[in-house]
């Protein structure tokens, strides 16, 4: 099977910086889209950003400029850098990965979420 597990959420002042970051582990023949969403309360979940395993990546506006995301060199993972927090950005993170298996079976594999809260 395959597990993603995220690390990095926290509390952060407006204005101040975190950095998420999700592991993929298992029996992964290969990791393709990377990516984060995050779902407020009372909202639904909303794309934040993505990465292909090449390392082209994609952005919702709200984010785009003050968060960077990136894959590591062990593919596997990929990481959320975010600058300029916002109350607004408060939220239950989730890493998500297109994986296919070494059974040549894909898949769409989420974590368990990790919170970011901004306030002062």
């Known amino acids: 099977q395959v597990q993603l597990v995220e690390s990095g959420g926290g509390l952060v002042q407006p204005g101040g910086s975190l950095r998420l970051s999700c592991a993929a582990s298992?029996?992964?023949?290969?990791?393709?889209?990377m990516g984060w969403y995050r779902q407020a309360p009372g909202k639904q979940r909303e794309l934040v950003a993505t990465?292909?395993?090449?390392?082209?990546?994609n952005y919702a506006g709200s984010v785009k400029g003050r968060f960077s995301i990136s894959r590591g060199n062990a593919k596997n993972t990929v990481y959320l850098q975010m600058n300029s927090l916002k109350p607004e950005d408060t939220a239950v993170y989730y890493c998500?990965?297109?994986?296919?298996?070494?059974?040549?079976?894909?898949?769409?594999?989420w974590g368990q979420g990790t919170q970011v809260t901004v306030s002062s």
């Open positions: 998500n990965a297109d994986v296919v298996t070494v059974t040549l079976s894909r898949g769409d594999y």
């Open positions: 990465v292909t395993s090449v390392g082209k990546t």
């Open positions: 298992g029996s992964i023949f290969s990791t393709n889209l």
